[in-house]
């Protein structure tokens, strides 16, 4: 059975950074985009930034882009996350998801992890 398990989380001061990682199981790591998601309460899930399967290709929110990186190790099965000047409004759950095909919505993606809390303080 394939899982997705995250780790990395933590509370940071405003500007700070953070490393999230996304290990998964199973064999199907490397044939598959993975994205990155995060959910704050009372607020649906968006998406944060995805890689494709061989990592050559990704793409970002706009609220993020310039401060956040995707990357993979497909030899490790994990895909990272590395968030750099966070601020207060980058508090979340963070998610990662395997995909069924590379895209931006939640529907794109058919398995997901069970999160990783980030909170930034001002």
Do not use: H
């Amino acid at each position: 059975q394939v899982q997705l398990v995250e780790s990395g989380g933590g509370l940071v001061q405003a500007g700070g950074s953070l490393r999230l990682s996304c290990a998964v199981s199973g064999r199907t790591f490397g044939n598959r985009p993975m994205g990155w998601f995060r959910q704050a309460p009372g607020k649906e899930r968006e998406f944060v930034a995805a890689i494709s399967s061989s990592g050559d290709i990704t793409t970002y929110a706009d609220s993020v882009k310039g401060r956040f990186t995707i990357t993979r190790d497909n030899a490790k099965n994990t895909v990272y996350l590395q968030m750099n000047s966070l601020q207060p409004e980058d508090t979340a759950g963070y998610y990662c998801g395997r995909g069924r095909k590379f895209g931006v919505d939640t529907r794109d993606y058919d398995l997901w992890g069970q999160g990783t809390q980030v909170t930034v303080s001002s």
